[in-house]
């Protein structure tokens, strides 16, 4: 063993809790404790996080109408299977189809006045031509009024011709609005999927949002082929969880079924941001985060918005030494003191690890020869019901594991009486 090791061993065991009168095993009439002992042994032993959700499809589209009307024709139903751009349900046309053909009426009408412009500037451009001839053969043949008149009513010409090509662009994009809104009569599935929530019936009125009005929700449709849990974790254990941990899945739908999946997205922000805490309460509300974990492979009969509960593998040891959690205690510094040891280095690093006697040491109580002995000893991951022990005790070792209001107020040195599974639970300090 190395030698720092010995020392180190020896510190841990080098405690006293202050106060503590260790009296002879032979004194009849000492105080005894009846406790609950377990092995420090070892055990494959796996880190969690648990935590609650809903299960969800990774893509789920909501469908809304961009135009309002009332529903004339519906062509699925809920649970309904559909195919990208098949037709869902129409929204009643008539309205758009008169625009439409006021459109395309406004389009004729702008050509009309693009062709009339178009020969004007025609004409105007032909008579200013022949008077800059005229004026090039011999100034006398034309006045300079006359002259400049012509030039200008070209100008006017080329300009009004200009207005009119813009008004053929005005109403090809009037006409095309219109087309589009008609076409939007006629609602189409956006995704291959099952249609998974439908909030309207034939002969209702499709709403259209608004910045104050969300508008109707028509129908939603999702790819049930990939199935995602989405659980919220506190804010303690989100620094513990990794993309790809793997996790096991219990759906309250499925009571005898456990599914698995990995982690694929950790939020980056908590669920209600402090602005919507309020400025006094948000220190003294839960902060959780989503946590998505994707399913690999989920049932055909899964749904939407199933209750869900995950257990989120963050580490693993395999052939871990372990003690139950019950057993780890924690002890006041200011309640413990250096043992005199003939082992000088031990005393002197138990001194030092005691140092100004602020704070708190973990620790368990060690049974020897009958008693208990406060040992610190360093916790490494945590299981479902056991600690990993890094340092402090050897496989073997007799510990302290119950009852709770034992462990919690026993003394350094305590003389033990093992408690078999007749006694009750909740024994505590009797004399014998």
Not at 199 to 208: C, D, M, R
Request: glycine residues 8%; hydrophobic residues 40%; negative net charge.
């Amino acid at each position: 063993m190395k030698r720092r090791t010995k020392v180190v061993i020896g510190a841990v065991a080098a405690f006293s809790i202050s106060g503590a009168t260790v009296a002879s095993v032979a004194s009849r009439g000492e105080e005894t404790v009846g406790v609950r002992t377990a092995q420090v042994e070892r055990r494959d032993l796996q880190s969690m996080v648990r935590a609650s959700g809903w299960i969800q499809p990774r893509l789920a589209v909501d469908v809304q109408s961009d135009i309002m009307g009332r529903v004339t024709g519906l062509y699925v139903r809920e649970g309904d299977r559909v195919q990208k751009g098949q037709v869902l349900l129409r929204i009643d046309p008539t309205q758009y189809e008169g625009s439409v053909a006021l459109a395309r009426a406004g389009v004729s009408e702008s050509l009309a006045r693009e062709a009339q412009a178009r020969a004007s500037l025609i004409q105007a451009e032909q008579a200013f031509s022949r008077a800059r001839e005229m004026l090039s053969r011999d100034s006398l043949l034309i006045s300079p009024q006359q002259y400049e008149e012509s030039e200008t009513q070209a100008r006017v010409q080329k300009a009004l011709h200009e207005a009119a090509l813009h008004g053929v662009e005005i109403a090809r994009a009037q006409l095309r609005q219109a087309e589009d809104h008609l076409a939007k009569s006629v609602i189409r599935a956006p995704i291959d999927g099952v249609v998974t929530r439908l909030n309207i019936e034939e002969g209702e009125t499709a709403i259209v949002g608004t910045m104050n009005n969300p508008g109707s929700l028509l129908l939603t449709v999702s790819d049930l082929s990939v199935m995602e849990t989405v659980v919220r974790v506190d804010e303690t254990d989100v620094p513990s969880i990794e993309l790809g941990d793997s996790t096991v899945v219990m759906i309250d739908a499925f009571p005898r079924q456990k599914f698995t999946g990995r982690v694929t997205e950790i939020g980056h922000s908590s669920t209600l941001p402090p602005a919507a805490r309020g400025a006094t309460t948000q220190h003294s509300q839960v902060v959780d985060f989503e946590i998505v974990v994707t399913l690999d492979s989920p049932p055909p009969a899964l749904r939407p918005d199933l209750s869900a509960t995950a257990e989120i593998v963050t580490d693993h040891r395999p052939s871990a030494l372990t003690i139950p959690i019950i057993a780890l205690t924690v002890r006041e510094k200011k309640d413990l003191k250096a043992l005199d040891t003939e082992q000088e280095e031990a005393r002197e690093a138990a001194e030092a690890l005691l140092g100004d006697g602020e704070g708190d040491i973990e620790g368990v109580f060690v049974i020897r020869a009958g008693r208990g002995h406060f040992t610190r000893v360093e916790i490494g991951i945590t299981g479902q019901e056991h600690f990993e022990v890094v340092s402090g005790l050897a496989e073997g070792d007799s510990v302290v594991a119950g009852p709770y209001e034992a462990v919690r107020r026993l003394n350094d040195g305590a003389l033990l009486r093992v408690l078999t599974d007749g006694d009750g639970a909740d024994a505590s300090p009797t004399s014998e």
